[in-house]
């Protein structure tokens, strides 16, 4: 059945046609239309307005956030962490004063996503408002679009899957697709923050502002009949806009985002009068700034910008064939069709007034989304991105935010992509065909959790891999002593499944000897989600001494004026929780108490997966001994900003344990992971520390192979997020490498088949003339900081 009569049909010479239609161009419509078109379909991206970008883009500016806001080394990767790569090498950034509100309306950022697309094959339509479906049965079949900058109609047939990444829906909804707004009631699903019964609040719109330090004095008169000033509220209480201190001497251009309303009326169809009422609110808030208590402070800055658009948090969300929940989102769920993941805070703007109450519902562990929250569960052929995808009210406080976004974006462009190969619709993709998806995803550099590339054709697992160096958890140097004069112990982020031995370095300066108890603790949960203002204190590394619980406590006795090694007996093999790799907070502890004529080793280098702590006798939290790395910086690319924050670096008490966690062994690189989830397990090869360059890392086949493609993964994930080079951090990942050699051996001789210099991505796939060869290495030249982080790399294939 046509939803339209064949009035609405525009003139033939006006029609176009491709596999794929992408509606709406911000981040998760970029991502989803980049990932298909590289997938060989024909797709269309079309978008009403001007610029490409959505909330992000030059219009509005907020910032792309997603789970690495809230997770150690989780920042999303995939075809949203390349174009980032892109912005911040090409400095495609608004540049604001240092640590300001990390905001962004540059047009360079603009044209770095424009050229991805392009390079897609994608056809870009800006100016295009997508107004109506044209409906067959279930399916989406054409797509009536206004081209605004030139009045005219068109129609876009589609002969495989519409993606509606709008954030409205329009068309998803004109076309009979289910959609809910509001907030269910807590009966529904019963999600814990949920309200009693169900109403029609959404969370609110905000306008973006620029002001700028104009070095002498600039007067406001605000326009008449403005409403009272009135702060957003921060968890019921606290004013979230304290104005004194934003406008120091020393800054020259910040961010405003301080308005919020709407939540209360309908976001679609009552945008324009929101946006009014946002300017009115901004106009309230700029004269409390320059005419209240800040007027010293703010005397020579002036509003210069106001973003011409709203930036709208929620509207529609469509129904799938599964609702993602609080619930699923603060239990750190897996899903079978896990398609990517999620962790950002549940970030709820509830309507207050005409304003907003910002409440945080939970910090969730990292989450799977599914892939059947991501199509409709009544039109067969349409997908969906962004905002308005299948998810609760609660749930969707989180799913949100635009990395998250842009992730669920390059899985739901892949999803189309197979559609269209297959003939098949997204219902029938996650029924008969998820297995490949998933994997087609990891190959295109997609982060999905849990999940390993499992790949026949790649060569790489069947090769010894071996390296120059590499770093391991049991190999170390003594560096000094320290007294066991309290409570001291080790921390590690990653343990054997059964722990068969355990080696102190411990000295005794008595001619009596000593007796230990090594306390051996795992971190105790009492839930996988944490509330803000724990977040806050500790993030995920909670140094409470409750929170780790006793499992064991082996004794052993150090014989007088004894130096070395010493084994702490076990009665048998001891059995560990398995370490939970998407869970900073899963850790392991080994402690002794204060014992005056003890001395427990310090190893010289630094542990990446594990860091020395200690605490008085009475103190109840442990304290982990780490400095800023001092190292010197070896980068030398401009940094367009603050110079970052060097890395920390923890001690690590000297501990052997048999068998030893994987640390940065070459064999890391065939795994099957192509990537970290936090401290541990690094899936990675490294280097040892000071050891020189070059560092290479070779691969022996039982006998010789053909193959014509290398694809190298190497690492660019910081620990904290603002350090990312796309946040606050420099123009490349100072652990990335920068300049290197591919090589080949034949008949004993070495030769060179790729040489890369100047590298600055984490993913670089190199085709070659098909070669038969014994051997293949990856030979490190340069790395970006090698002083500081040595070679690595997280994986090779090989095809």
Not at 106 to 134: C, D, F, M, N
Not at 449 to 472: F, N
Request: one cysteine or more.
């Amino acid at each position: 059945m046509t939803t339209h009569p064949p009035a609405e049909r525009p003139d033939p010479d006006d029609v176009l046609a491709c596999d794929v239609l992408v509606i709406g161009a911000g981040v998760s419509g970029y991502c989803a239309a980049i990932q298909a078109g590289r997938e060989g379909a024909d797709v269309i991206l079309v978008e009403k307005d001007a610029v490409l970008g959505g909330n992000s883009g030059p219009n509005v500016g907020v910032h792309i956030s997603g789970a690495d806001r809230y997770h150690h080394f989780s920042s999303e990767t995939g075809v949203i962490g390349e174009l980032s790569e892109h912005k911040a090498w090409c400095v495609a950034q608004t540049q604001l004063s240092p640590r300001a509100m990390n905001y962004n309306i540059s047009r360079r950022w603009e044209a770095v996503v424009q050229t991805a697309l392009e390079a897609a094959g994608v056809r870009v339509l800006k100016r295009h408002y997508a107004r109506a479906p044209i409906v067959e049965g279930n399916r989406i079949v054409a797509v009536v679009v206004e081209d605004i900058a030139a009045f005219r109609t068109r129609r876009i047939d589609v002969r495989h899957c519409v993606v509606e990444a709008s954030g409205d829906g329009e068309v998803a909804a004109r076309a009979g697709a289910s959609f809910r707004t509001g907030a269910e009631a807590r009966s529904e699903l019963g999600e814990r923050s949920a309200p009693d019964e169900a109403n029609a609040l959404v969370q609110g719109t905000s306008l973006v502002a620029i002001a700028h330090n104009t070095g002498h004095p600039v007067p406001f008169v605000p326009p008449p009949d403005l409403p009272p000033f009135e702060p957003r509220l921060w968890n019921h209480h606290k004013p979230t806009n304290w104005h004194k201190g934003w406008f120091r001497p020393e800054r020259d251009l910040v961010f405003l985002y301080v308005t919020e309303t709407g939540g209360h009326l309908d976001t679609v169809r009552d945008d324009g009068q929101i946006y009014e009422l946002l300017l009115k609110q901004l106009w309230a808030e700029w004269d409390d700034i320059k005419n209240g208590a800040t007027a010293d402070e703010a005397r020579d800055w002036d509003l210069v910008w106001v973003s011409p658009k709203a930036g709208k948090r929620e509207s529609r969300r469509f129904l799938g064939d599964y609702v993602l929940t609080q619930t699923d989102i603060e239990a750190g769920r897996d899903f079978p069709d896990a398609v990517t993941y999620g962790g950002f805070d549940i970030d709820m703007h509830e309507p207050h007034g005409a304003n907003a109450d910002i409440v945080s519902y939970a910090i969730p562990p990292l989450y799977s989304i599914p892939l059947r929250s991501l199509y409709s569960r009544d039109i067969a052929n349409l997908l969906l991105a962004g905002r308005l995808v299948s998810v609760s009210h609660i749930a969707h406080a989180s799913v949100r935010v635009m990395r998250t976004g842009g992730a669920i974006g390059q899985s739901v462009g892949m999803a189309a992509a197979l559609c269209t190969h297959k003939a098949c619709t997204p219902r029938q993709l996650a029924e008969r065909h998820i297995d490949e998806l998933r994997q087609r995803l990891l190959q295109a550099d997609a982060t999905i959790l849990h999940l390993a590339h499992a790949d026949p054709t790649d060569l790489a697992p069947t090769a010894r891999v071996h390296a120059t160096s590499e770093e391991t958890f049991n190999h170390q140097a003594l560096g000094t002593w320290l007294p066991l004069d309290g409570h001291r112990g080790l921390i590690a982020y990653d343990w054997p499944a059964e722990l068969r031995t355990i080696e102190l370095y411990l000295k005794n300066t008595s001619p009596e000897p000593q007796t230990i108890e090594l306390a051996i603790a795992q971190t105790r949960y009492e839930r996988p989600w944490q509330h803000h203002t724990e977040f806050h204190k500790w993030r995920w590394r909670d140094p409470r001494v409750e929170r780790f619980e006793e499992i064991a406590r082996p004794r052993a006795t150090v014989p007088a004026n004894f130096e070395g090694w010493l084994p702490v007996p076990l009665p048998a093999p001891l059995a560990l929780r398995p370490k939970q790799p998407t869970r900073e907070d899963d850790r392991l502890l080994l402690a002794l108490a204060p014992s005056p004529d003890l001395n427990w080793g310090v190893a010289a280098r630094p542990c990446e997966i594990a860091v020395s702590v200690e605490r008085a006798p009475d103190d109840a939290e442990w304290h982990a001994r780490t400095r800023p790395d001092d190292t010197p910086c070896d980068a030398d690319y401009p940094d367009p900003a603050a110079p970052p924050r060097p890395p920390i670096i923890g001690e690590r008490h000297m501990v052997r344990l048999d068998p030893a966690p994987p640390v940065g062994e070459a064999a890391n690189a065939v795994n099957g992971y192509a990537r970290r989830f936090g401290t541990a397990p690094t899936n990675m090869w490294v280097s040892q520390r000071g050891e020189p360059l070059p560092q290479a890392l070779t691969l022996e086949f039982p006998a010789p192979v053909a193959f014509d493609t290398v694809h190298l993964t190497f690492d660019t994930l910081y620990d904290d997020y603002e350090d990312m080079p796309h946040n606050h951090g420099p123009r490349a990942a100072g652990m990335c490498v920068k300049d290197y050699r591919l090589e080949v051996e034949q008949g004993g001789v070495w030769r060179s088949v790729v040489e890369v210099s100047g590298n600055i991505h984490r993913v670089r796939v190199h085709r070659i003339e098909r070669i038969a060869a014994k051997s293949l290495r990856l030979v490190v030249l340069a790395v970006h900081e090698f002083a500081r982080y040595g070679a690595r790399l997280y994986q090779i294939r090989v095809h």
